[in-house]
């Protein structure tokens, strides 16, 4: 994909978000994972080999239908070609959402109505939140803030520019479904294995690029980001994601608070280990920095990469 129209989406993204006016993709991938599942599960024993067949069917079919969908409309113009690519790729950016949806949360907060802020809360992260203090609030914010910078702004770049909308929109798909599919208890242990272990691998590199971005974007936001970086590295490989600990440690370092440590979730509460050092609690303040921080490493990758595309034509 053209490296200028990854930096237009990026741009709808930032000024734009989701409308509600406009089709999404992603919703259509959820509704297609919903109708998979309950199709497949009836059809066969096996969940382990069926939650494979639920995600090599999501992902086929996803990809054929956006690369189908992009061909289709560059016959019928060039120009219509252009922009469904760019509204694809738009699709698959959450810059702004997770500004508007987490800001939500902490509005209430500032309002008095910890109850609202609560029930906020437990539209945007998957741990119950009935018995969060306005301390855990703020945790639990900054928290989901710091993880979806790489999952929903640069491993999403990363894709894009690496194989544009289609593979963006993949990768999406692969999100989705363990969003979806990708849990530990008793109905989706064996069924969401695949999903679960592929949205591992895909965000490798994508989560270690984000924590090493929001280290060099804490630096000229005076944070901490030699702090970020030795927290990141001591804590990052903690959590049983292989990948969530690496922007969470970061921004734990940058802001020298305390994230993670335990949580409920489906009624059983679990004793997650503890990322960063308590030196000061999470704050309203804390959660403005953690936005800044988002803003700026997403701006970085964004750069990154609009460099990495660049440098054939320098030579």
């Not at 509704?31 to 067949?53: K, M, Q, S």
């Not at 018995?131 to 609030?137: F, K, P, R």
């Not at 060099?216 to 927290?231: D, V």
């Not at 490989?237 to 335990?262: D, I, M, T, W, Y």
Request: hydrophobic share 50%.
């Amino acid at each position: 994909m053209n490296a200028w129209l990854v930096a237009a989406a990026f741009g709808f993204d930032l000024l734009l978000g989701d409308p509600s006016v406009l089709p999404h993709p992603v919703i259509w991938i959820g509704t297609l994972i919903n109708y998979l599942e309950t199709l497949l599960v009836g059809l066969f024993e096996r969940r382990r080999a069926t939650g494979i067949l639920l995600v090599s069917l999501t992902l086929a079919i996803t990809g054929l239908a956006a690369w189908g969908g992009l061909r289709l409309a560059a016959e019928i113009h060039p120009w219509l070609g252009v922009a469904a690519a760019l509204w694809l790729a738009f699709t698959t950016l959450a810059l702004h959402s997770l500004h508007v949806e987490s800001r939500r949360v902490v509005a209430w907060l500032e309002a008095g109505n910890i109850d609202e802020a609560r029930r906020s809360l437990a539209l945007i992260v998957g741990r119950e939140t009935g018995g969060l203090d306005e301390a855990g609030i703020l945790r639990a914010c900054i928290e989901t803030v710091a993880e979806n910078t790489s999952d929903g702004v640069i491993a999403p770049l990363f894709y894009l520019f690496l194989g544009g909308p289609v593979l963006g929109l993949l990768y999406k798909a692969v999100n989705t479904l363990d969003s979806m599919v990708g849990y530990r208890d008793d109905r989706y242990r064996e069924l969401g294995r695949a999903a679960a272990r592929l949205d591992d691998w895909v965000n490798l590199l994508p989560a270690r690029l984000t924590g090493l971005l929001m280290v060099l974007a804490a630096i000229p936001l005076g944070l901490n980001g030699w702090n970020a970086l030795h927290i990141m590295l001591r804590d990052a490989r903690k959590p049983a994601s292989p990948n969530a600990g690496f922007p969470e440690a970061a921004v734990a370092g940058a802001l020298g608070v305390q994230l993670g440590g335990p949580a409920t979730y489906f009624g059983q509460r679990f004793e997650k280990p503890t990322l960063g050092d308590p030196d000061r609690p999470p704050t309203l303040a804390a959660f403005r920095a953690t936005i800044r921080l988002m803003y700026l490493t997403a701006f970085f990758g964004l750069g990154l990469g609009l460099l990495i595309c660049g440098l054939p034509t320098l030579w």
